[in-house]
């Protein structure tokens, strides 16, 4: 059974992470990990995420064997957690949304030291879609691109970092970039392709979190023995579908 030290536990991807590992026997949650000052703190996790007390309990460190790291949380703190990791040397699933380019080139640097799995986005057909969008830029003629996402009102970074990866596999500037906040749930992300003669719009959407819980896990599955590198979603998809 693989053993995962889930960092970001008590927010709404850890939610979802943990109640996916419920019907998964493969794998299980062994450190619920969220920072120093979280409200959480302590608490059962089954009473917050569940109503329903797990006898597991919220913790700012890991305290049990783990085989991987799956980092879900929010950016803050990021540099932190970064050094932690340098310390504990694990297997590490990077799903945090919203880095700055000199976080990018730390996990880079962390990278050869253990593996490190980059996913700001965890659906194996968003990034079909930006390998697309590659292709679409070599081919010879004008072709204008526009990418466009909406999140919950609730998200911190705009635009997300799917988006930000969409514009750059097209070669388009961040500021280009059109996001939209509004609402609970369900998001989506749109890249319109055209010139005067045609015209492309591929939009990939989801109704909840469970998909990215479950592409995470399908990484954790495939990555967590993987010698020291970093790796991205393409280079799952040249693993397994190439």
């Given at each position: 059974?693989?053993k995962?030290?889930l960092?970001g536990?008590?927010?709404?991807?850890?939610?979802?992470?943990?109640?996916e590992i419920?019907?998964d026997?493969?794998?299980?949650?062994?450190?619920?990990?969220?920072?120093d000052?979280s409200?959480y703190?302590g608490?059962d996790v089954?009473?917050h995420h569940?109503?329903?007390p797990s006898g597991?309990?919220?913790?700012k460190k890991?305290d049990?064997p783990?085989?991987c790291i799956v980092?879900f949380a929010t950016?803050?703190n990021?540099e932190?957690?970064?050094s932690?990791y340098?310390g504990?040397?694990?297997p590490l699933?990077?799903?945090?949304?919203g880095?700055?380019?000199e976080?990018m080139?730390?996990?880079?640097?962390?990278s050869?030291e253990?593996?490190i799995?980059?996913?700001?986005?965890?659906?194996?057909?968003?990034?079909l879609m930006t390998?697309l969008?590659?292709?679409i830029?070599?081919?010879?003629?004008s072709?204008d691109?526009?990418i466009?996402?909406?999140h919950?009102k609730?998200k911190i970074?705009a635009p997300?970092?799917t988006?930000?990866?969409?514009a750059?596999?097209?070669?388009?500037?961040?500021?280009?970039?059109?996001?939209?906040r509004?609402?609970e749930?369900?998001?989506?992300h749109?890249?319109?392709?055209?010139?005067?003669f045609e015209?492309l719009e591929?939009?990939?959407?989801t109704?909840?979190?469970?998909?990215?819980?479950q592409?995470a896990?399908n990484?954790?599955?495939?990555f967590?023995?993987?010698?020291?590198?970093l790796?991205y979603m393409?280079?799952?998809?040249?693993?397994?579908?190439e």
């Amino acid at each position: 059974m693989i053993k995962i030290a889930l960092v970001g536990a008590s927010g709404k991807m850890g939610r979802a992470v943990i109640r996916e590992i419920m019907n998964d026997e493969s794998i299980e949650v062994t450190n619920f990990i969220v920072s120093d000052n979280s409200k959480y703190l302590g608490s059962d996790v089954g009473a917050h995420h569940f109503s329903e007390p797990s006898g597991s309990f919220f913790s700012k460190k890991v305290d049990k064997p783990f085989d991987c790291i799956v980092d879900f949380a929010t950016r803050e703190n990021v540099e932190t957690r970064l050094s932690w990791y340098r310390g504990l040397k694990k297997p590490l699933l990077f799903c945090t949304t919203g880095l700055s380019q000199e976080q990018m080139e730390e996990l880079k640097i962390l990278s050869n030291e253990f593996p490190i799995f980059i996913a700001p986005n965890t659906s194996v057909l968003t990034a079909l879609m930006t390998n697309l969008l590659t292709a679409i830029k070599k081919v010879k003629g004008s072709y204008d691109i526009n990418i466009s996402e909406k999140h919950h009102k609730s998200k911190i970074d705009a635009p997300s970092g799917t988006a930000i990866s969409l514009a750059k596999s097209a070669n388009i500037e961040e500021k280009k970039i059109k996001s939209i906040r509004e609402g609970e749930h369900g998001n989506w992300h749109k890249a319109k392709i055209s010139n005067d003669f045609e015209e492309l719009e591929i939009k990939h959407s989801t109704a909840n979190r469970n998909i990215y819980a479950q592409g995470a896990l399908n990484i954790v599955k495939w990555f967590y023995q993987k010698p020291k590198n970093l790796y991205y979603m393409q280079t799952l998809i040249e693993d397994l579908y190439e």
